[in-house]
């Protein structure tokens, strides 16, 4: 993601935007989903990979099939370059699934003239693009965008579009969506680059035509008025949709979710206004609900669902502040298998016709450092739960305090079938560190009630102001505990 | 599918199969190593490649062939676990670092063993090695990646078509 986030924060808009814009802008980036292709060529080593000096044309011999693996992996700048070699190889690249990435359009990869400067290679090539864009102005990425769609017959795979800011531009950007349905494109991230926070640009209704989506991020544009749109209108084969940082009222919300058939992941994060969400559906298996104004989550029927992820998912307060409590309503999922984090205080969960609320109104609204009960745990008796239940426990943001330790005793001495214990280091910590000592110290005097439990400290993989898991692993059903952040990949996941 | 692979495996001692090269070199290796080949994957399921009789791949030389089973055996371990989700980063880092150092080979090299992947269908192989040549190619001017790819100099012809490419594609040279 790096070589993306780069371009566009050297770039004259990122400039000129506002730190919480600039925060929120890299948020939404950090939500999409990773292109498919990128401008590092971290395996190029040429040195060692010399063709041998009889000037034999071997990769031409290779089957266009291999040909076309190779060729389906570079950007578009790149890709288009090959078809100079031959009218074999322009052939290659007409026949494979087209793939651009507006950002990589803007590096300092050019191979002629200005770009190829010593800067190659330092590090810099991303600063100095962005400086040849302040002199470009803004038209010229838009321009260039729609040569490039021109020039690609189709079918287009994956077209990643974040780098226009659509208020200035939407007469030129307007014309993109009718190319992308008719060149029938899989997967689209369609950003508006927003100046201010108070920028309103409505999303072009032309997106609508591009039937033949099965992957779909939008971020920070209008939800139009779906009353308007005509009554067929629908994402037939959409099996994934991002909606970040939009504006967006419920019923636009119903009636984009109703016309996504066999929708299976659902992302929505960033909603600064006020949305209840409400979910019907038969094919969603997943739904990540982040940093957003939420005051109510219906799940009515969603017989596939199996995973319902929320975080900072919580209530508007725009009457009253101390009252951001959002519903979660839960009806027929008999799938479901992952709920949460719930915050006391904050959620309540009404499971069928069962509403569960913490009873401890003292939580409500306290930051950590404020003195609430802390031993309630024993004060409640025999918990049947965690004596006979609880097979996993992981304790995020650990700062050794000593309520803590005492909490992370009493699971370790009742819980009978306790299996493992995650210990996730708060931000900035090692578990080798003296935090991690002090842990294990302290539970070396523990009398486990299953001895063959393991105890694991592991470091927080995430941006202190992060999520708890990755959204890419949200909708990984391959994983099966996407909190489990020991197999994080590093560097690798989207939210990091 | 039927019986696990590693079924034989329960007295410590893995299932071999013998693989024999198109100059006729034999290679004994793990079952579960072979089985990353898709094609050898069911003649494997089947019980074949055991004993005397080894499984013949008349398309693969012994140089090539002993290069792909280097990459399969370090895989297989991978590969059972079912795939790359549920391992450790340290593992994956590892893997990482092998594949790297792998493909630091020489380009004729490179070609053959993408095609015994392609014959063999071992997809993580030929991946790797499209992704090496991809990244070769990157940021590469058409006159480069011919001097790069081993291309003989263009007739006069082809700089005449490199020129006319280079007008109709500005955008690809910025």
Redesign the interface.
């Known amino acids: 993601m790096e070589d993306v986030a780069d371009m566009l924060v050297y770039g004259p808009e990122f400039r000129a935007m506002d730190e919480n814009m600039q925060w929120l802008t890299l948020d939404v980036i950090k939500a999409l989903p990773r292109p498919t292709v990128s401008t590092a060529a971290p395996l190029a080593s040429a040195a060692a990979a010399r063709a041998p000096a009889d000037f034999i044309d071997r990769i031409s011999r290779l089957p266009g099939e291999l040909l076309r693996n190779i060729v389906s992996r570079l950007p578009a700048k790149d890709a288009a370059r090959t078809t100079a070699l031959a009218k074999r190889w322009r052939r290659v690249w007409h026949s494979v699934p087209f793939v651009l990435v507006d950002a990589h359009l803007l590096s300092g990869t050019g191979v002629l003239g200005r770009d190829r400067s010593p800067y190659r290679g330092t590090g810099m090539e991303a600063m100095v693009s962005g400086l040849f864009r302040m002199v470009d102005g803004p038209f010229h990425l838009t321009d260039t965008v729609s040569h490039v769609l021109a020039a690609h017959p189709g079918p287009f795979g994956f077209v990643y579009l974040i780098g226009t800011n659509m208020e200035t531009l939407q007469d030129r950007a307007a014309r993109w969506l009718p190319l992308l349905a008719a060149k029938g494109l899989k997967e689209l991230v369609f950003v508006n680059l927003a100046m201010k926070l108070e920028d309103k640009v409505r999303l072009p209704t032309d997106l609508f035509k591009c039937t033949s989506l099965t992957k779909l991020y939008i971020g920070s544009w209008w939800l139009p008025d779906t009353a308007d749109l005509p009554r067929t209108a629908a994402f037939p084969y959409l099996r994934e949709l991002g909606l970040c940082n939009l504006i967006m009222n419920h019923k636009d919300l119903i009636f984009l979710l109703d016309r996504c058939p066999v929708l299976e992941k659902l992302l929505i994060t960033r909603s600064r206004l006020p949305v209840c969400i409400r979910i019907q559906s038969r094919s969603l298996r997943s739904v990540q609900v982040s940093v957003a104004a939420v005051p109510e989550i219906t799940v009515v029927n969603a017989p596939r669902l199996e995973r319902l992820l929320l975080w900072e998912a919580w209530g508007w307060g725009d009457r009253d502040l101390t009252n951001m409590s959002c519903k979660v309503k839960i009806g027929h999922t008999p799938k479901l298998r992952i709920l949460g984090f719930l915050v006391p205080g904050m959620h309540q969960l009404e499971i069928g016709n069962r509403v569960i609320k913490s009873e401890n109104d003292d939580l409500k609204f306290r930051g950590p450092q404020d003195k609430v009960n802390i031993k309630f745990w024993k004060e409640a008796g025999p918990i049947e739960c965690v004596q006979k239940h609880i097979k996993k426990l992981v304790l995020r943001g650990f700062r050794g305090r000593k309520r803590e330790l005492d909490f992370l005793k009493f699971v370790a001495e009742h819980a009978q079938v306790l299996q493992e214990v995650v210990i996730e280091m708060t931000y900035g910590y090692l578990p080798s560190d003296n935090l991690g000592v002090k842990l294990r110290i302290f539970m070396a005097s523990a009398k486990w009630a299953n001895e063959c439990c393991k105890m694991m400290a592991v470091k927080c993989p995430f941006d202190q102001e992060a999520t708890a898991w990755c959204y890419p692993r949200g909708f990984d059903f391959s994983i099966e505990d996407p909190f489990d952040v020991s197999k994080c990949q590093e560097d690798k996941c989207g939210a990091h | 599918m039927a019986a696990p692979e590693s079924g034989d495996g329960n007295n410590g001692a893995a299932r071999m199969v013998t693989l024999i090269s198109s100059d006729n070199t034999r290679f004994e290796v793990e079952a579960a190593a072979a089985s990353l080949s898709q094609t050898l994957q069911l003649t494997i399921l089947d019980g074949g490649g055991g004993g005397g009789d080894g499984i013949p791949l008349p398309n693969v030389d012994s140089a090539t062939l002993s290069k792909v089973l280097e990459y399969c055996i370090k895989h297989a371990p991978a590969a059972a676990n ?2 790359a ?5 340290v593992d ?1 880092a590892e893997l990482e670092r092998f594949d ?1 150092e792998f ?6 090299v ?2 053959s063993l ?2 015994a992947a ?1 014959n063999l269908e071992i997809e993580g192989l ?2 790797l090695v ?13 006159m ?10 263009p007739t006069p012809e ?1 700089q005449a ?2 020129n006319a ?2 007008l109709e ?1 500005g ?4």
């Not at chain 2, 493909?103 to 004729?108: A, K, M």
């Not at chain 2, 992704?131 to 058409?142: H, Q, R, T």
């Not at chain 2, 480069?144 to 100099?153: A, Q």
């Open positions: 079912g795939g989700p549920n391992a450790t980063a994956r790297n493909v630091n080979i020489d380009q004729s490179l070609y993408i095609m392609h030929q991946s499209a992704k090496k040549v991809a990244d070769m190619i990157k940021g590469k001017s058409p480069e990646i011919r001097r790069t790819l081993g291309f003989p100099d082809e078509e490199m490419h280079m594609y955008w690809a040279y910025e």
